[in-house]
């Protein structure tokens, strides 16, 4: 399994991008969000990957963050949504905003990607919001976690903002605590940011 790609740029175009690692070069299909993340022809880059095999097709996709990666396995995951249509979203959308959709049940943002009707972005939320609540979201908690469980309660901002960091692939012992000591006065959007940023801080030390 080929699980990241490190080396040269070769071909970068819209949707399409080739990392030449030890004299081969690898053709990856990805979104247009991490093509502009990626840096001038010639320069190193690093995607994480997926294989797509199905039949008599075999495609690699390639993406700057393993946020996307982990959006994108969620989305081939719903009936009726390929790879194609997966990446179509992914370049209309963050990663953040993907998950924010999905945990605020918002159907209709899905739709202003081409060729994603009402029936699709309907079954996207509801099956990828079923698979996040049918995690253990609501275990027993202690320690910091118990301060996530007050503010829950009295902020669907921060319970949302649970939801949406699952669905970016964290789990909730991770996610947490941070929430937990972050204002539950603040937006969903501003709480995934926030969180996100502290994680990224603590991994960098």
């Known amino acids: 399994m080929i699980y990241s790609l490190r080396g040269k740029l070769t071909v970068?175009?819209?949707g399409f991008a080739v990392i030449e690692c030890g004299g081969v070069?690898?053709?990856c299909k990805t979104s247009y969000n991490t093509i502009s993340r990626l840096g001038d022809i010639g320069s190193e880059a690093m995607l994480y990957t997926y294989l797509y095999v199905r039949e008599d097709i075999v495609e690699l996709f390639g993406f700057a963050d393993q946020q996307e990666l982990n959006c994108f396995k969620?989305?081939?995951s719903v009936s009726g949504v390929g790879p194609k249509a997966a990446t179509s979203i992914l370049?209309?959308?963050t990663p953040e905003k993907f998950a924010f959709y999905v945990a605020s049940g918002d159907s209709k943002s899905f739709t202003r990607t081409k060729g994603i009707g009402a029936k699709t972005a309907q079954r996207i939320v509801l099956e990828l919001k079923d698979k996040i609540s049918s995690e253990s979201i609501s275990g027993?908690?202690?320690g910091d976690a118990a301060a996530f469980s007050a503010s829950a309660a009295s902020s669907d901002s921060v319970?949302?903002?649970l939801e949406a960091l699952m669905v970016l692939g964290y789990s909730q012992g991770e996610t947490a605590p941070i929430l937990g000591k972050l204002d539950p006065s603040l937006s969903t959007q501003e709480l995934i940011k926030e969180t996100l940023r502290l994680l990224s801080a603590r991994k960098s030390h």
């Open 159 to 161: 319970s949302e903002a």
């Open 12 to 14: 970068k175009e819209l």
């Open 140 to 142: 027993s908690v202690s």
């Open 74 to 76: 969620l989305l081939i």
């Open 91 to 93: 370049s209309d959308m």
């Open 25 to 27: 070069g690898y053709g």
